[in-house]
């Protein structure tokens, strides 16, 4: 734990193991402001330690209050949305976890990307994940237990991670850093829209898409 109030110099506070054997944590993700989310694909003693819960209230003395092994499943990293994970199992998919009450995480689904799920980030009702050898597969979880593929877009090398910031979605591979601009769902002017007595069978957009034309 560091104390980052000065992110330029941060200040070491102390550690605590969180009594599971020999278990290595690859992923941390904040669920609010008072528990962590902290993943794993290790085994120890042959008992998966997909998602572990941590009570963080009091840094001087974490409690783990869960402890989840989601089956034919081993973790890396995941992002929590509201109160959703969704959590990156490299070749065993995406899972969806409801973590509405802390003590009692429940598994929705898993879900099988076009690659290998290493984990992701959230804006809105996008999610991004970082999808391997893919790219970066985009889900729209506006149902958020029920996340649907929106599309691929390939960026080359291996995607290990990818974050949103100012409206644009970075994405981490081997070769160095990819920036997919205006990742967001289109804004409808509904003041534009016309409707016509004639059938339309397909669409063309024209010059920055302020009109939609049905031929």
Known sequence: ???????????FIREQTMGIGSLTFSGLAALGSDYIIASSGGRPSNVGHDVVVIDRKNIYSLVKVADLDIPSFDAFRGRVAGTTLYLGGIGGGLAVVDLSTPAQPVTKMVLQT??????????????AVADGSAGVTFLDISNPFVPQISGTQATGGTVWATQFSGGALYAVNEQGLVMIDEVAAPVIDRERITLATNSA???AVTGAALAIGGV
């Open 114 to 127: 076009a690659g290998d799920a290493f984990g992701g980030d959230a804006s809105g009702s996008t999610f």
């Open 1 to 11: 734990i560091y104390d980052i109030a000065n992110p330029a110099t941060p200040k």
């Open 201 to 203: 069978s397909e669409v």
